[in-house]
């Protein structure tokens, strides 16, 4: 298994510059979430997604939208990046565990908006 | 609402020392609390788990629902423990469920 996979690592950004950060995993997860993470601020949530077809917002949702076509992918789009949007962004999902939660977490993606 | 708080930003001590990352938490259902931790240049990855009640890499936290605490724990700190750590809170919900983290707590190991 490749886990939960990011792309891309890094990303450089103008003002008003639309992308999409693409996240796959391959362990059938039904969770899918992505976070950003902040210095000082810790990590918060953006959107979430419990199975194809489902998503949810977070706690900083605006600026950002989401898909979930298949239960493997779940992007995160900018439509208008913002220089507020510059920040580490990390993908996770969900596997129930012995009863348990527990997160796979990508490596991330350092995105800057100039 | 659910909230997770970390007071501390950094927290440095000498190799050997006991090191403890506090954590409160505030929640009306039952918490289902967890620590990760990030080393430098790496993923994200979950440290341990309050349900399990392991104890990993000489680390353990206790969940403490009378002071809605889940403080982390070591005796002796060595330098490879440098890293930022999370404390999170599970929120299970019927709608799906929902990962809340604190702010992080930079630990830093010194020789």
């Known amino acids: 298994n490749a886990g939960v996979t990011q792309t891309p690592k890094f990303q450089v950004l103008k003002t008003g510059q639309s992308m999409t950060l693409q996240c796959a995993q391959d362990m059938n997860h039904e969770y899918m979430s992505w976070y950003r993470q902040d210095p000082g601020m810790g990590l918060r949530l953006i959107h979430y997604s419990v199975g194809a077809g489902i998503t949810d917002q977070g706690e900083v949702p605006n600026g950002y939208n989401v898909s979930r076509s298949t239960t493997e992918d779940f992007p995160l789009r900018l439509l208008s990046a913002a220089p507020s949007q510059t920040s580490v962004y990390f993908c996770?999902?969900?596997?129930?565990?012995?009863?348990?939660?527990?997160?796979?977490f990508g490596s991330g993606t350092q995105l800057s908006v100039l | 609402a659910q909230r997770v708080t970390q007071p501390e930003k950094l927290l440095s001590v000498f190799k050997g020392a006991p090191v403890e990352l506090k954590c409160n938490y505030s929640y009306s259902g039952s918490p289902e609390l967890f620590w990760y931790v990030q080393y430098s240049r790496q993923r994200l990855q979950l440290l341990l788990r309050?349900?399990s009640r392991e104890s990993i890499k000489g680390f353990t936290a206790d969940l403490n629902k009378g002071e809605t605490s889940f403080h982390l724990k070591k005796p002796f700190a060595q330098e490879e423990d440098s890293a930022m750590y999370y404390c999170a809170l599970w929120e299970i919900k019927a709608a799906g469920n929902k990962l809340t983290f604190g702010g992080g707590t930079r630990v830093l190991v010194k020789p």
């Open positions: 309050h349900i």
């Open positions: 996770a999902s969900r596997l129930v565990d012995g009863g348990s939660e527990k997160l796979f």
